[in-house]
């Protein structure tokens, strides 16, 4: 005997409601039935799912969760509905109005910076509660560009006098007079990403001028050396391809009124062979000490193109076999 299908009926009466939730060409939709094996019918202001009573339950509290985004964003992205997605499977749908709450700043152009993610909300909320930070993940997680948007708004509150960004230049093995140009032309190429957050963010007029005033400064790790960083927003990218050495340097620049963030992928370290690194080094040497928070971003934290996150999985299980 064949199983009868299970049905449930949402009321969508906003036409702009709809036409987000269903996405181009229906694509929105498409994903959700094929996610869940399920149909869904929309006649007259009205969302029937039918199917399995188990997974039409799922997609039922989905949806709303996707129209209460909708609400607040009013767009649906591709990343929402996977996210959204994820978090129902998990039974974590209510933390979807903590991401929808939560704003970290607001760029040049009117977009605002929002978590979209929990761990991205962990990260975040760790920045304003710590003066010591190590966002750890793989990369497409947001950890650059979301503590230079806290950078940005401690800046803007004056919480802070200056922003300080460095990365190692460990292509070059530090050796910067080997390539071509003057200093800037030697770091530009490692400190690209940083340069695009702080554009993005701050606007290409506001960061050229505070840049000019030295209230911005970009610089590889080697020129952080003897400096002592008072009443700073300072952010360490890259920290995977620090030494130890370098990686102690840096933590006692920390000046009276700054804060540091670290950011990193221990699986992505370009540092010679037998060069131990400094951040997976200082995960053991700072662990549990007040004040310092160490922030882990996995692959369901990555909010690029839905192939990063399975080519990250693709290569931990590798990453298992070899082991």
Known sequence: MTESRYEKSIKINDED????????????????????????????????ILGKKENVELVDTLIKKLIDIVKVEGKLTNQQIRYAITLVYEGKENKMKELLDDTVCVTYSGKTIKPKTLGQKRYIDSMAKNDLVFGIGPAGTGKTYLAVAKAVQAFKNKEVERIILTRPAVEAGEKLGFLPGDLQDKVDPYLRPVYDALFDIFGGEAFLKNRERGLIEIAPLAYMRGRTLDSAFVILDEAQNTTSEQMKMFLTRLGFGSKAIITGDITQVDLPYGKTSGLKQVTHILKGVKGIDFIYLSKQDVVRH??????????????????
Do not use: C, M, W
């Not at 959700?32 to 149909?39: A, L, N, T, V």
């Not at 839905?306 to 693709?314: D, G, S, T």
């Open 17 to 48: 409601f709809s036409r987000e939730l269903y996405g181009d060409f229906d694509r929105n939709i498409k994903l959700i039935e094929e996610e869940f094996d399920i149909d869904i019918v929309s006649r007259q202001g009205e969302i029937k």
């Open 306 to 323: 839905k192939l990063v996150q399975r080519i990250i999985e693709a290569y931990e299980n590798h990453e298992k076999k070899k082991k």
